[in-house]
């Protein structure tokens, strides 16, 4: 069994910077994958980043210049560098670990980008 617990969020200007951070424990072995989605009320969720077993990563088009995906092995952790936020970017961010092919979902963080 893997827990995920996120942390960051809140809310902030356009134009500003947020950081999420997502860390894992448990039974960490044969990790598959990590990464962050979102829901924005009364829409889907959506992939925002993602990093694959072996460290290639993936953006959707809508933040790639803007958000940086990184991890910290050693810790189990992953984190979400979130630059130049529009208010687009405002919904509910969360992490997601695939753990021997089983899918992990964090709780859920807050991020609200004000015009």
């Known amino acids: 069994q893997v827990q995920v617990v996120e942390s960051g969020g809140g809310s902030v200007q356009a134009g500003g910077s947020l950081r999420l951070s997502c860390a894992a424990s448990g039974s960490m072995f044969s990790i598959n994958a990590m990464g962050w989605y979102r829901q924005a009320l009364g829409k889907q969720r959506e992939l925002v980043a993602v990093?694959?077993?072996?460290?290639?990563?993936n953006y959707a088009d809508s933040v790639k210049g803007r958000f940086t995906i990184s991890r910290d092995s050693a810790k189990n952790t992953v984190y979400l560098q979130m630059n130049s936020l529009k208010p687009e970017d405002t919904a509910v961010y969360y992490c997601h670990w695939v753990v021997k092919w089983v899918n992990y979902w964090g709780q859920g963080t807050q991020v609200t980008v004000s015009s």
């Open positions: 990093i694959i077993s072996g460290g290639s990563t």
